[in-house]
């Protein structure tokens, strides 16, 4: 296990994938500079007039760190920034969740794929770190054949794949479990509103018992004249 860990190829398919996962963060950031900036400024954490530049920096940031991680001189400074990235996404995303704030869009997907904020995402974020970890670590010297060439495309392709296919997966789950939430919230405002009815009906039944019991007064009343 140690030796897989610190094998030149398994590190080199990690450091693909995160820059593949960054570089299209950022890409999705710059697309929709605006629609990430309102995404930004829901949570909270920033000055208004802070909020424009801080997507720049943070899409830049995310660019750099996706070619730190392809460049053997810099893997050391791409791990460290992604694992600061990630930190930073992760006390953003706590910080709203201890406010009860669970509705707020994450903005870690694709803009406009609506994924509102979970406990989820802080464990992705955690696997993604220990992942920027592995390519921190020394590796094993040895002699890459072609062989690992296309090992190394095909590990990323499918990794890629793979998380893609695991965040729609989740995204999916909460906007159905929001979904359920909705639909018995207005079950429940239903069976009020029946019950309210119900309640309203058993009232018009009496108001009219009462009416009926009035006109019998008066009915005596004249007969008693």
Known sequence: MTTLLHDPLLVLVVRGALAVLFASAAWHKLRARDEFAAILAAYRLL????????????????LGVAGALVLPNLRLIGALGATGLLALYSLAIGANLLRGRRTIDCGCGALGARQPISEWLLVRNALLAAAAAVTAQPVVGRQLEWVDGVTLVGGVAVAACAWTAAHGLAAAAQRVAARAARLEHDHARLRLDDASLRFDGRSLQLDDTSMQ?????????GAGR
């Open 47 to 62: 000055p208004g007039s802070l909020v424009v530049p801080a997507t720049a920096v943070i899409a830049a940031t995310e």
């Open 213 to 221: 019991l009035d006109d019998a007064s008066l009915q005596l009343d």
